[in-house]
Structure formats: structure tokens, C-alpha cells
């Protein structure tokens, strides 16, 4: 079994990444990243984790789990491709009664922000299952593609049947445009909320 250290290092030099660069993303020196890759360090706090994984863009389960068996939320980045579309991005099966009146068939995926960004209908600490569609299935949570970026709209239909995007906090909807593009629906989203 792969030790988180190797785990690090490998997935450093996949993204390219000298020592130095990874411990800027990451808020850290470059010797502590050299601790990390030795295993001189062997814990890792949760919030280090987290913004390795994001440096790293790549899901936490890749570095947890050596065979990567369990998914784990992939970070949405707006100036990104969709999170879903990496190699190593695992879908999730969710039981039918936690998305109640939706309707979708392939993938599902759990998403959330990645640190420091920020979305319409989806804050920091929040995930959603996002089926991945390019159809206007059913009026509700969409992400998109809007002038090149990811951005999550409510869409549905106005009374011509042509497309209406609307952002969290807009009362009116915008009308489809050429520059923007369905990605993917919102089957369940989940709220953090600190206890």
C-alpha cells in the first residue's frame, strides 16, 4: 500500500509542479512539502489536505486513498473545465430518495467549490451531485458555461419554450445567448451548516 507520502510527490510531478510551486498554492515551504514527500511529516491537518488537493486539482480521495476506491468531491473551479471530465474523477450512484422529482440517466457527480471560489446557489462548504447533460431536462439547477466561464443558473422555459438562465440573486431571467452552454443538471444539493 502507497503511503500518502509518495502519493504527494507522484501527484506533484503529474501536475508538473517543482517543490517551491507546490508550497505557494499550498501556503507552506518547500521543505515542508519535502517532509510531507520523505514521510519525516505523517499527519497532515484537514485544511493542509484540502489545499493540497486543491494545488494539486485533484479530488482528496487521490491523495487518502492509494486505490482511490471511494469518491470524493471533485473541486468546481469557474475558469475550469468541468471537474468531471479529469481521468480520475469517479462518479456516485445516490439512492433515489435523496433527489426526489428529478429525473436523469449516466452520471452523477459530487461537486463543491474549490477554495476561494465562489457561486451562485452553491457556498463554500456546499456539494452538489450534478448529473452531467448538455439537455434542458427539466426546470431547476443547471451548471453552465457562460462567456468561457462555469457558473451555476436556475434554467427553465419561458413561455415560447426557449431557454431563461437565471442568477441567485436576479428576479428577472436572462434569455439564451450563443455564449451560453448546459453542462450539466443539479440533482441534490447539500447545505454546510456549522453545528
Same mark, same amino acid.
Given at each position: 500500500?502507497?503511503?500518502?507520502?509518495?502519493?504527494?510527490?507522484?501527484?506533484?510531478? @503529474?501536475?508538473?509542479?517543482?517543490?517551491?510551486?507546490?508550497?505557494?498554492?499550498?501556503?507552506? *515551504?518547500?521543505?515542508?512539502? #519535502? =517532509?510531507? @514527500? *520523505?514521510? +519525516?511529516?505523517?499527519?497532515?491537518?484537514?485544511?493542509?489536505?484540502?489545499?493540497?488537493?486543491?494545488?494539486?486539482?485533484? $479530488?482528496?480521495?487521490?491523495?487518502?486513498?492509494?486505490?482511490?476506491?471511494?469518491?470524493? $468531491?471533485?473541486?468546481?473551479?469557474? /475558469?475550469? *473545465?468541468? $471537474?468531471?471530465?479529469?481521468?480520475?474523477?469517479?462518479?456516485? @450512484?445516490?439512492?433515489? %430518495?435523496?433527489?426526489?422529482?428529478?429525473?436523469? /440517466?449516466? /452520471?452523477?457527480?459530487?461537486?463543491? $467549490?474549490?477554495?476561494? %471560489?465562489?457561486?451562485?446557489?452553491?457556498?463554500?462548504?456546499?456539494?452538489? &451531485?450534478? +448529473?452531467?447533460?448538455?439537455?434542458?431536462?427539466?426546470?431547476?439547477? =443547471?451548471?453552465?458555461?457562460?462567456?468561457?466561464?462555469? &457558473?451555476?443558473?436556475?434554467?427553465?422555459?419561458?413561455?415560447?419554450?426557449?431557454?431563461?438562465?437565471?442568477?441567485?440573486?436576479?428576479? *428577472?431571467? &436572462?434569455?439564451?445567448?450563443?455564449?451560453?452552454?448546459?453542462?450539466?443538471?443539479?440533482? #441534490?444539493?447539500?447545505?454546510?451548516? +456549522?453545528?
Amino acid at each position: 500500500m502507497e503511503t500518502l507520502g509518495p502519493r504527494i510527490k507522484h501527484l506533484r510531478l @503529474e501536475a508538473k509542479l517543482n517543490k517551491a510551486a507546490l508550497a505557494r498554492r499550498v501556503g507552506v *515551504s518547500d521543505v515542508t512539502i #519535502s =517532509y510531507w @514527500e *520523505s514521510g +519525516a511529516i505523517k499527519q497532515i491537518g484537514h485544511e493542509r489536505l484540502v489545499a493540497l488537493a486543491a494545488a494539486l486539482n485533484c $479530488p482528496l480521495s487521490a491523495l487518502l486513498d492509494d486505490e482511490g476506491t471511494r469518491p470524493s $468531491p471533485l473541486f468546481l473551479k469557474a /475558469d475550469a *473545465s468541468p $471537474p468531471w471530465t479529469t481521468p480520475d474523477a469517479k462518479g456516485i @450512484e445516490l439512492p433515489i %430518495e435523496l433527489t426526489p422529482g428529478q429525473r436523469w /440517466d449516466g /452520471d452523477c457527480h459530487l461537486v463543491t $467549490p474549490a477554495p476561494g %471560489e465562489c457561486f451562485d446557489y452553491l457556498g463554500a462548504g456546499d456539494l452538489a &451531485a450534478i +448529473a452531467p447533460t448538455e439537455i434542458f431536462r427539466q426546470p431547476g439547477l =443547471y451548471l453552465i458555461e457562460e462567456a468561457g466561464r462555469l &457558473a451555476l443558473r436556475r434554467v427553465q422555459q419561458d413561455a415560447k419554450g426557449a431557454l431563461t438562465f437565471q442568477r441567485q440573486d436576479d428576479g *428577472s431571467p &436572462a434569455p439564451y445567448t450563443p455564449d451560453c452552454r448546459l453542462l450539466g443538471k443539479i440533482v #441534490s444539493l447539500w447545505r454546510h451548516e +456549522a453545528l
